[in-house]
């Protein structure tokens, strides 16, 4: 089988980790999805994984909570999602390596681009937490940016939907799903795909976009080969 995208950066939601119960973890989406990351490595795909934190913390919803230390309990709390994926895909027969972007040197490497894609290279899934580092940022954002450093062939960001609407399918029938947008599009008509700072550092740097559904965690497989499903964000 060939291979369209030989490495890849998986974006995942925290909220995705917790299934239907809303928090915590789901152990049984977890292995699902790490199951698919497995069939990738499998395939000879070099996988790097940014995680959100929202199955523990929701920064923009701490009340009158000073913004910085918010946005800091989210970044330990992408940590927390950071090693329980590297745990499972460890279960599965899956060499996975945490790096942070804040100094963890007990339970993670320091994230170090050369070490990163040196961990790719040799076939190890890396799974990047705390985001950029820094407060004011999304972990979308923090996605964008490895996925620049590490040059990716791709983001997979991984939803509930099975690509990008003109509106939210879950409010409005008529809701038109596109098959493949322009990233300025993104930020000129307001799409739901990225926050706007990482839109424009994926359209900056040439960076693809493949928003589709996690629900079938084998399309993150079938996107790899080639296979046409969701909605494809390109700068062209």
């Known amino acids: ?35 698919s990351v497995k069939h990738l490595v499998d395939l000879g795909v070099q996988v790097a994984v940014v995680v959100g934190g929202g199955n523990f913390w929701r920064g923009r919803s701490s009340g009158d909570m000073d913004r910085t230390t918010a946005d800091h309990i989210g970044m330990l709390a992408t940590v927390m999602n950071s090693l329980a994926l590297a745990d499972t895909l460890k279960s599965l027969g899956v060499e996975a390596v945490v790096q942070t972007a804040i100094d963890m040197v007990r ?51 991984a939803t509930n939907v099975d690509g990008v609407y003109d509106k939210d399918p879950n409010k409005f029938a008529d809701a038109v799903k596109f098959d493949v947008v322009k990233q300025q599009d993104i930020l000129s008509k307001g799409l739901k795909v990225m926050d706007g700072t990482a839109a424009s550092l994926c359209r900056d740097n040439g960076i693809p976009i493949l928003v589709f559904n996690l629900n079938e965690p084998e399309n993150m497989v079938k996107a790899a080969l080639g296979e046409t499903i969701g909605t494809l964000c390109t700068e062209e």
């Open 1 to 35: 089988m060939e291979i369209k995208y030989k490495r890849i950066l998986l974006k995942l939601s925290g909220e995705v980790l917790a299934g239907e119960k809303g928090h915590g973890f789901d152990f049984d989406v977890m292995n699902s999805v790490c199951t």
């Open 107 to 157: 339970i993670a490497e320091p994230f170090k681009k050369d070490r990163a894609v040196a961990h790719l290279e040799n076939g190890r899934t890396v799974i990047f937490g705390c985001g950029t580092g820094s407060p004011f940022f999304s972990t979308d954002t923090g996605a964008a940016l490895r996925a620049a450093e590490i040059d990716a062939d791709i983001i997979f960001k």
